[in-house]
């Protein structure tokens, strides 16, 4: 926070030195998927071309796909969590892959 009372100078360092702060974040992306093998591609293009300008990570958490998802996904540089509880989608692999992930930021995609 910038203090008036502050000289120029000194506003100018703690501006710099926040920006410098948020240039060092990593923004964990998290893609829960089931059976999506059609679509997978597409999504990690488009995420890959979206983070491209900023540090970030994508996390593919796969619930039980008996699709070729994995197989599809892993042409990617993704970090791939297969999940072997039935039942447990999308909220289990959001959870999970909060304990798998490097990034300070956290981001969810979601299917609508």
């Known amino acids: 926070m910038v203090n008036p009372a502050d000289s120029r100078v000194d506003r100018y360092e703690k501006i710099f030195k926040t920006r410098r702060a948020m240039n060092n974040l990593l923004l964990s992306i998290v893609i829960p ?24 990570e994508i996390i593919l958490v796969d619930c039980c796909s008996k699709d070729r998802t994995i197989a ?36 969810s995609l979601t299917r609508i």
């Open 72 to 107: 599809v996904a892993s042409r990617y540089p993704v970090k791939i969590l297969e999940l072997l509880l039935t039942g447990a989608y999308p909220s289990a692999a959001r959870y999970i892959a909060l304990f798998f992930r490097r990034g300070s930021l956290f981001f």
């Open 33 to 56: 998927a089931k059976n999506e093998e059609d679509n997978i591609s597409r999504c990690l293009d488009s995420v890959t071309q979206a983070a491209s300008r900023i540090d970030h």
